[in-house]
Nanobody
């Protein structure tokens, strides 16, 4: 069984920074894309950033230049460095991974979510 566990959320003032981390554990053969999504109250879940196993990266337009996604393939972790945070970044942030847990099973997994609140 594969699990994704996030950490690093919290309350920060506008203009501040936070770093989110996510670790995949369990029986893992291969980790393909890893991503961060977020969902604000009464809004649809949106893709924030995605990083491929080869290091290719894409960001939502709303976070370009402010957020940086990175991964450590040896540790099966993905991080999101968030700078110049704005109140509109307030949301529950979810880690997502496309993971092969056996030669015959490849699935998409989600973390439990971590709250990020940007407020003065």
């Amino acid at each position: 069984q594969v699990q994704l566990v996030e950490s690093g959320g919290g309350l920060v003032q506008p203009g501040g920074s936070l770093r989110l981390s996510c670790a995949a554990s369990g029986t893992i053969f291969m980790v393909y894309n890893m991503a961060w999504w977020r969902q604000a109250p009464e809004k649809q879940r949106e893709l924030v950033a995605v990083i491929t196993s080869g290091g290719g990266i894409n960001y939502a337009d709303s976070v370009k230049g402010r957020f940086t996604i990175s991964r450590d393939n040896a540790k099966n972790t993905v991080s999101l460095q968030m700078n110049s945070l704005k109140p509109e970044d307030t949301a529950v942030y979810y880690c997502n991974g496309d993971i092969r847990s056996s030669p015959y099973r490849r699935s998409e997994y989600w973390g439990q979510g971590t709250q990020v609140t940007v407020s003065s």
